[in-house]
């Protein structure tokens, strides 16, 4: 199997607090993560690629002191919304891979955030 | 960079006809494509795949054909049933090492009794 979690599955947050959200590989090993945001009725958009061990690889445009990724073990990946602002609403799905050989990925079931 | 696009954005089937949905890419370079389920409020499901070494793949009433010359790889949903309705993304990538994936647009079909 390939099974990915999410946690939370929703959150609502106070303007100017931080969120985190976490991603879990839960029968297999990890060794690479996506972050991903997808607004309403459109695509997913890649924030960051995160590697175990090492810093993760953030897409032109994402503000890397924002958007706060850490991927500690094999199959644990944090993404962490610092100051959080109503903008950064959105639902936000994580992905991964089963290594540097296998194509395929995995999705999370998202995250949705809103921030009041 | 890649970028993909994907055709069309909306497709509106009678049960039992079939689905056609058309991406083109940008970057030669590219050989793993997906295809992707979305049902709304959920996760995106890999519902087929198929890599640049192949020209057509099938799986049931699901197929995904490619041609690399053209740039340009199309889903084919037959017998369509009413459970297929969802949004579908195409996506494409450089296969191995952290490459990352780049989705098309999405296209959104719906599936009339």
């Known amino acids: 199997g390939a099974v990915v979690s999410q946690h939370p599955s929703r959150v609502i947050c106070k303007s100017g607090t931080s969120v985190k959200i976490e991603c879990r590989s839960l029968?297999?090993?990890?060794?690479?993560m996506f972050w991903y945001r997808q607004f309403p009725k459109q695509s997913l958009m890649l924030m960051a690629t995160?590697?175990?061990?090492?810093?993760?690889?953030?897409e032109q445009g994402v503000e890397k002191d924002k958007f706060l990724i850490n991927h500690a073990s094999l199959t644990l990946s944090t993404l962490t919304v610092t100051s959080a602002h109503p903008e950064d609403s959105s639902f936000y799905i994580c992905?991964?891979?089963?290594?540097?050989?296998?194509?395929?990925?995995?999705f999370g079931p998202g995250t949705r955030l809103t921030v009041t | 960079g890649e970028n993909v696009e994907q055709h069309p954005s909306t497709l509106s089937v009678q049960e039992g006809d079939s689905a056609v949905i058309k991406c083109t890419y940008s970057?030669?370079?590219?050989?793993?494509f997906p295809w992707y389920k979305q049902e709304l409020g959920k996760r995106p499901q890999l519902i087929i795949d198929?890599?640049?070494?192949?020209g057509e793949k099938k799986d049931q009433r699901i197929a995904v054909t490619l041609n690399k010359t053209a740039k340009h790889f199309s889903l084919h949903i037959t017998e369509t049933q009413p459970e297929d309705s969802a949004v579908y993304f195409c996506?494409?990538?450089?296969?191995?090492?952290?490459?990352?994936?780049?989705f098309g647009a999405g296209t959104r079909l719906a599936v009339h009794p």
């Open positions: 992905s991964a891979r089963k290594g540097p050989q296998r194509d395929e990925q995995y």
């Open positions: 029968d297999f090993q990890a060794t690479t």
């Open positions: 995160s590697n175990e061990g090492s810093k993760a690889t953030y």
């Open positions: 970057d030669s370079a590219s050989n793993y």
């Open positions: 198929i890599r640049s070494n192949v």
């Open positions: 996506a494409a990538s450089q296969s191995g090492g952290y490459n990352k994936l780049i």
